[in-house]
């Protein structure tokens, strides 16, 4: 069995575990460190999630020990919303910062299931792979996928694959067109975590 199986049945125990003591603090530590040994971070932020619905609201110093864990696989955003909820404000069961590994917290109606389905991971994959395409791929593949990214950005309002891609694009002194500002004004009116009011797509024209 390689370490990823291993990681896998170890999580899947764990989540057993906690699933009979719900209120048991070291199950959900336990069932956290297990979830960070499998390289994706979904896993991490439902198993924290699980960890703030179930465990009650005053025990602040484990809520913080546990972010404090977590948080390196957490995004920016994700961390923050968090961290909202680590000094005695409960976690209502139903949030928009559940994911599909989460057990008693679970995702919000009104969040679309597109952006439930984008992982942190998978952002940074194609952030990178925009960025790479841009700097040294022919420019008829270049376009197609900064179109396709471009795209993915507003119909899963992928903020985070968008802040990644562009930061590195500045760096490397990048210019791109106005498709990207339009998507930047998009995305600020349509936060990925904590927005609950539509936006109008910018599909029209962009991108």
Request: proline share 6%.
């Amino acid at each position: 069995m390689d370490a990823l199986q291993s990681a896998r049945r170890d999580f899947r125990q764990r989540t057993c575990a906690m699933a009979r003591a719900p209120q048991d603090p070291a199950a959900h530590l336990a069932r956290l460190q297990a979830a960070l040994q499998l390289g994706d971070t979904e896993p991490v932020q439902g198993a924290l999630a699980d960890l703030f619905v179930a465990l009650p609201r005053a025990d602040t110093a484990l809520r913080q020990a546990a972010l404090h864990l977590a948080s390196a696989r957490l995004t920016p955003y994700v961390a923050e919303a968090f961290a909202r909820h680590a000094h005695g404000h409960s976690l209502p069961a139903i949030t928009a910062l559940a994911t599909r590994w989460s057990v008693f917290a679970q995702p919000s109606a009104d969040v679309p299931a597109r952006v439930r389905r984008a992982s942190p991971d998978h952002s940074r994959r194609l952030a990178t792979q925009v960025v790479e395409a841009l700097l040294d791929g022919d420019p008829l593949q270049a376009a197609r996928i900064e179109h396709e990214f471009l795209e993915h950005c507003v119909s899963c309002q992928d903020k985070y694959a968008f802040m990644l891609a562009s930061r590195d694009l500045r760096r490397h002194e990048i210019a791109v067109g106005d498709r990207w500002e339009r998507v930047a004004d998009w995305l600020e009116q349509y936060a990925a975590i904590g927005d609950r009011a539509e936006a109008p797509s910018p599909r029209n024209g962009c991108p």
